[in-house]
């Protein structure tokens, strides 16, 4: 067992109906190598104005738009929306509010409905990041949905950019560190069912931190990998380990065929 760190690289089994492109279904999608660059190629869409972002977020969110449009609002001590600061920050120049709920907690309806309204006064659009919220609701009012999907799958690259209209948005390619980091996972795998010897997990380790580097000074934008393409169309099982994790349930362990199939070195 390990804790923290990078996912192994799990088993996957032929495709199911209700996946994640089931659950999306109401949205036109664009699947990307990360949530960063899914944010990237939305920034292309998103009106000229100022962007609300939360006070609280990663350097990889807010360096995605323009440094002279972005103002910050304040969260509560449990990191949710502090309302006030927001209301208080909207304007006739806010063309864009970006909303995360942090751990997966919604605002209250009469929030939302607020906020709703600011929109229609004000005429801004409203971007949710759901990394942390996918499963409690794919969108609650926005017009476009971000989510890391490598934060919550065992795949070595992921993000999604979902909304009613992404205007023939398109990312093409794999992203050049992702067969490591498919080796990565695979190794890790091998490790941890203990086919592995204990000598090799600070190569994988290493593998990893090369990945992220990669990943921190990549400007282009690709697609998503045919290996994590793979993973997430058996999205029924996925969900429901991922619903048993969040109930504080133990996920069974799965088999490693995945590794094969990618081409890991044993």
């Not at 989510?147 to 009613?164: H, Q």
Request: glycine share 8%.
């Amino acid at each position: 067992m390990e804790l923290g760190s990078e996912f192994s690289l799990e088993d996957f089994r032929d495709p199911c109906e209700d996946n994640i492109d089931h659950f999306l279904r109401e949205f036109e999608t664009l699947y990307v190598d990360s949530g960063r660059s899914a944010l990237k190629l939305l920034a292309g869409l998103l009106p000229p104005g100022k962007i609300l972002l939360p006070s609280y977020i990663c350097e990889s969110v807010y360096t995605c738009f323009p440094a002279d449009c972005v103002r910050f609002y304040q969260l509560t001590q449990n990191l949710q929306i502090d309302w006030d600061s927001l209301f208080q920050q909207i304007g006739e120049d806010t063309s864009v509010v970006y909303l995360h709920y942090f751990n997966g907690v919604l605002p209250g309806e009469a929030m939302l409905q607020k906020l709703q309204r600011a929109r229609e006064k004000q005429n801004f659009q409203i971007v949710e990041d759901t990394t942390h919220s996918m499963f409690s609701a794919s969108l609650t009012i926005g017009d476009y949905g971000v989510c890391s999907l490598r934060k919550w799958f065992p795949i070595p690259d992921g993000g999604v950019l979902y909304g009613r209209n992404l205007n023939g948005l398109t990312a093409g390619g794999e992203a050049p560190w992702v067969r490591k980091k498919v080796r990565a996972m695979g190794w890790k795998q091998m490790y941890l069912s203990g086919r592995r010897e204990q000598s090799r997990k600070a190569e994988y380790r290493q593998l990893f931190a090369a990945c992220d580097c990669a990943l921190d000074v990549q400007r282009e934008c690709y697609g998503m990998s045919e290996v994590s393409r793979k993973i997430l169309l058996n999205f029924k099982d996925a969900f429901r380990q991922e619903k048993e994790c969040r109930a504080g349930e133990k996920s069974r362990n799965r088999g490693v065929s995945l590794a094969a199939a990618a081409g890991v070195d044993p």
